[in-house]
């Protein structure tokens, strides 16, 4: 029998459809009084053993050897944590206009999370860029989202996040960066277990981040704070959202062209230079809004969605570039030197319902 599998057909991740089920469970059914205690050290928990299978999975050596290609990776790096919030706190005189403040704070939250890594690889490889630079660059990325973050949240959101205080940067450090360090100081004895059940625990990845936002919105229902929310307000955040993406998109493309960087290289700047991790958001949130982390969230959950499907389309195109045709077909006629059969692209078919369904995870 065939796997069951997601229609191609469809573009929405499947996993951002649990995603919206998992609120409308907040929504119907919010966790209460001692159930809500229970949920809040489940996702407690969750978040501490999440990022414990990050550092665990990291390979210090790729790290290292990716240090070497230390311009792209500064220039993603200045892209995630210094032009998106500049970009983020220009939007501030969209508020109250377009934006409530709540919903404002969620987006300017957006802007300071880290890059993702599956979602840039897999676009990186369809294009046909620099596939280890990506790698690399999201890697670099979330682990420097594990301090720069909390320390941009506490500069330019200060007690807009409902109770953002010192406190929240010392649990940063507890459930976030200790079971980080952990995973990596035990990677020599559990690597191999993990890359041999990653497919498994890549559930648990998701099924974490689920839990997450299930606390989140539960707390978010309970305090009220949805009936803030008005479908206009909805559609302007849209609006908002699609104009910061194409922005940044045209920003690492021609940015990366500027600094003299090649195509390969410009491709994985600008996979892994325009994006932001849900993964890694969300986890941050819960711990820096509490209550208000529903809202908080709402402006990530759908950049998440719009970057997928904007990212599939711009990948298939750059895989269709004469550059990129012409360095196949030199790959092709060099052929490989060990068996003299030519060299064949892996991924050739490759679109954009093919790149949406490699960059679904939980990034």
């Given amino acids: 029998m065939k796997r069951l599998q997601w229609p191609s057909w469809m573009p929405i991740d499947p996993y951002i459809l649990l995603l919206l089920g998992t609120v409308g469970l907040a929504a119907l059914l919010p966790a209460r009084g001692a159930g809500a205690d229970v949920a809040s050290g489940a996702s407690t928990a969750a978040i501490a053993f999440l990022f414990f299978l990050y550092g665990a999975r990291l390979s210090t050596r790729e790290a290292l050897d990716g240090l070497k290609h230390w311009r792209l990776h500064a220039t993603v790096l200045a892209c995630t944590f210094v032009v998106f919030p500049l970009l983020g706190l220009a939007a501030r005189g969209l508020e109250p206009v377009f934006l409530t403040h709540d919903l404002y704070t969620g987006l300017l939250f957006l802007t300071l999370v880290p890059s993702t890594i599956q979602s840039s690889i897999a676009f990186t490889s369809i294009a046909r860029g620099n596939v280890p630079a990506a790698i690399c660059a999201g890697s670099f990325s979330s682990l420097a989202g594990i301090v720069v973050t909390p320390l941009l949240a506490a500069v330019l959101l200060g007690n807009s996040g409902g109770g953002f205080s010192a406190d929240s940067l010392v649990k940063i450090v507890l459930q976030l960066l200790v079971p980080f360090l952990a995973g990596q100081l035990l990677r020599r004895w559990i690597g191999g277990f993990i890359t041999r059940h990653k ?31 008005s479908a206009v307000r909805l559609a302007g955040l849209l609006l908002v959202e699609a104009l910061l993406l194409a922005v940044m998109l045209a920003l690492t493309w021609y940015g990366g062209k500027a600094l003299g960087f090649g195509r390969g290289d410009r491709i994985a700047i600008q996979f892994a230079g325009s994006k932001k991790s849900l993964a890694s958001g969300l986890p941050m949130a819960s711990v820096l809004f509490g209550a208000h982390a529903s809202l908080a969230v709402l402006p990530l959950m759908l950049f998440h969605q719009m970057q997928l499907m904007v990212c599939a389309v711009i990948a298939k195109r750059r895989a269709r570039d004469p550059e990129a045709i012409e360095a196949a077909g030199e790959a092709g006629e060099a052929g490989d030197a060990r068996t003299g059969r030519p060299v064949t692209d892996r991924n050739p078919g490759a679109g954009p319902r093919t790149a949406v369904g490699t960059a679904r995870r939980s990034d």
């Fill in 199 to 229: 497919k498994v625990l890549g559930y648990v990845d998701r099924g974490s981040i689920l839990l997450v936002v299930y606390t989140a919105f539960s707390e978010g229902m309970v305090q009220g704070i949805w009936h803030q929310v």
